[in-house]
């Protein structure tokens, strides 16, 4: 499929492109960007998309997305997450290994893959169990999963108790240059946790989790990166504390990254009003000030990137007693538009915003992924967002893909609507 985007303002955050320009589809790849009349000589287009008063952006790529199979089909299929996905202008995404079974062998990762393939839709890149079952106990044969596919390790949210295990899957990961994707938090301090371990959670006789349980995990996690080498990301930080302590492990010249959930970019404790369920997440949702801390983090490069920490809940799950519901919420289709948001919020150029959702994650997940996404370039695959930036969107469950209609911004108007999502040169969403 031959394909003329024309007119459109053409942001690439690698490049630094920003400028009203044309971009000509053939074979599944960018052949051009340019000006009108930039194609090769024997370009004869298909069909032509008017981007006029669009952006035309890099495919999303997005560092965490519960897609609920295998096993957790009743609160989502891949089939329902994945057309969220390019719904949402996500073309890349990542998901955690703690489906039933857990992603623990090569054959549960392969049958995921050709799942997600068969689809046509975005790219998944799956994280392998470090442990097997998840159980923190031994570890998973690493080479044979990333073998399968799998991008990285992680633990998802499972706990880790014992520090040697770790230890040794750090050494284990450090040998064979692969990395290990981690959620700092002390599962004690965490214990039967449901929010934040200050004044809304006292006030509403809710059991905390204080900030103490991510900052003494992290501080464990950079030790650990000290004596092995092994390159990390930290998943999902929720602490002003958390964001100064990697920056500090930056300027050491530590191999870590990390990244923050949409979610928390945006909200604090005081969401959570009257026990509104939909704001039990995981991390659970901390002060005014640490929700500050991320933001600015994120605004100067501390924090790498933005996630949807998309996870969808059932309704009879949610709909229950603050401490009694399943913790999550759907993100997929509100990561562009939250990015948005704070990018107008905190005064910053859309290309620098763009960047934490498209070439920023890329880069995280390496291995050959991340110069294949987040970026729009002659030459590279033609995952492509084109979106409204100025259209305001009111979101309800009847606007959602997604299975999960769980959101704490349900009856929001955000910024941001994706009018095509092309994954491989082809059109996969037209809104």
């Not at 052949?31 to 999303?60: C, E, M, S, Y």
């Not at 090569?106 to 799956?126: F, Q």
């Not at 399968?148 to 040697?164: I, P």
Request: negative net charge; glycine residues 10%.
């Amino acid at each position: 499929m031959k394909i003329h985007i024309k007119n459109g303002r053409v942001v690439d955050p690698r490049s630094g492109t920003d400028a009203i320009q044309d971009v000509y589809v053939a074979a599944g790849r960018v052949v051009a960007v340019g000006t009108a009349g930039a194609a090769p000589a024997d370009f004869k287009a298909q069909r032509t998309i008017d981007a006029t008063g669009l952006v035309v952006a890099p495919g999303l790529v997005d560092l965490s997305a519960r897609l609920r199979e295998p096993g957790f089909e009743y609160k989502a299929t891949l089939e329902t997450e994945m057309h969220a996905a390019v719904a949402g202008g996500v073309t890349s995404l990542v998901c955690p290994p703690d489906t039933d079974p857990p992603l623990d062998e090569p054959g549960l990762v392969e049958m995921l893959k050709y799942r997600a393939r068969s689809l046509n839709l975005a790219h998944v890149h799956p994280l392998g169990a470090m442990t097997v079952q998840l159980a923190g106990k031994r570890l998973t044969e690493m080479v044979l999963l990333q073998e399968a596919g799998c991008v990285a390790f992680s633990q998802a949210d499972a706990l880790m108790a014992d520090t040697q295990v770790l230890w040794r899957a750090l050494q284990y990961a450090s040998t064979f240059g692969f990395a290990v994707w981690l959620r700092p938090q002390d599962g004690f301090l965490a214990k039967d946790g449901v929010a934040h371990d200050g004044q809304v959670a006292t006030r509403l006789g809710l059991a905390g989790i204080p900030a103490s349980a991510e900052i003494i995990a992290l501080t464990t996690i950079l030790q650990l990166v000290r004596d092995t080498g092994a390159r990390v990301h930290l998943q999902r930080l929720s602490t002003a504390r958390g964001v100064e302590l990697v920056r500090l492990a930056k300027a050491e010249g530590l191999p870590v990254s990390c990244d923050v959930s949409a979610h928390h970019a945006h909200l604090s404790e005081m969401d959570i009003g009257y026990f509104d369920p939909h704001c039990h997440l995981v991390p659970p949702l901390r002060s005014d000030r640490d929700r500050a801390a991320l933001r600015q983090g994120l605004a100067d490069g501390t924090i790498d990137a933005l996630c949807s920490d998309h996870a969808p809940v059932d309704e009879d799950a949610k709909q229950l007693p603050f401490s009694e519901s399943e913790p999550g919420a759907t993100g997929l289709e509100l990561l562009l538009p939250l990015a948005l948001k704070w990018g107008t919020e905190m005064k910053l150029p859309l290309a620098r915003v763009l960047a934490t959702v498209t070439n920023n994650p890329a880069r995280i997940i390496g291995n050959g992924v991340g110069t294949q996404a987040g970026v729009l370039a002659a030459g590279e695959t033609a995952d492509l967002c084109i979106f409204d930036a100025n259209t305001m969107q009111r979101i309800s469950a009847g606007t959602l893909k997604s299975q999960g209609k769980n959101t704490p911004f349900l009856g929001y108007e955000l910024p941001g609507k994706v009018r095509y999502t092309l994954v491989g040169g082809l059109v996969v969403y037209e809104g």
